[in-house]
Structure formats: C-alpha cells, structure tokens
C-alpha cells in the first residue's frame, strides 16, 4: 500500500508559477512510476506529465511541454511538477499517482492516488 499526499496547489496569476509535490509513505517509492493528472470540474480526467521509476524517462501532454517539468527525489520519496507559465485553463484539481505499469498516459495504469491540490490560475 502506498499513501500519495499533494500539496502545493493555490491561486495564481496567469504567466505566475507553482510547484507540487507528493509526498509518499508505505511500499518502496522508488519501484513505482509516477503520474500527474488534473481534472477541472465538469471535464475528465487527463493526463498531464509521468516518470518511471528509475527518473531516466519523462512524458508530458502537449498543452503543457516546454511549460512544465516533472521530477522525483527517491531518497525523499517526492515528486514535483513545476508549473511555469500558468494559464487559466490549466485550473483544475491536481493528482498524483503511482504505478507499474508500462503505459503512463492512462489513468488506469495506476495503482494509488492521492486525494489532489487545486491549482486555479486568474486572467
């Protein structure tokens, strides 16, 4: 069992900046690949950027490439999202997740979730 708590979500500026971070407890953190989704209200669940286990490979959706960076501390068993020239559609309520699985774009690659940071971003 791994237990993912968020954090770092607020409001912003559109152009302003957040940094997230989900910190894990439990199983072994670095044998999990991990994810960011986002979900704004009335909309589905989306990807939004991944990392294997090892942090030798990174994936990104395209509405936020160049904008945002994933990253992992294994030793720390975090991982972050640094979100740089937020918009206002990038609002939305932000998860983590851990799994296996070898797809990282999906959500049911997943095992574990955490409860999500709202990100809302002014224009």
């Known amino acids: 069992q791994v237990q993912l708590v968020e954090s770092g979500g607020g409001l912003v500026q559109a152009g302003g900046s957040l940094r997230l971070s989900c910190a894990a407890s439990?199983?072994?953190?670095?044998?999990?690949?991990m994810g960011w989704f986002r979900q704004a209200p009335g909309k589905e669940r989306e990807f939004v950027a991944a990392i294997r286990s090892s942090g030798g490979s990174t994936f990104y959706a395209g509405s936020v490439k160049g904008r945002f960076t994933i990253s992992r501390d294994n030793a720390k068993d975090t991982v972050y999202l640094e979100m740089n020239s937020l918009q206002p559609g990038d609002t939305a309520l932000y998860y983590c997740?851990?799994?296996?699985?070898?797809?990282?774009?999906?959500?049911?690659?997943?095992?574990?979730w955490g409860q999500g940071t709202q990100v809302t971003v002014s224009s």
């Open positions: 439990g199983r072994t953190f670095s044998t999990y690949n």
């Open positions: 997740a851990a799994g296996g699985d070898f797809v990282l774009a999906i959500p049911s690659a997943y095992d574990y």
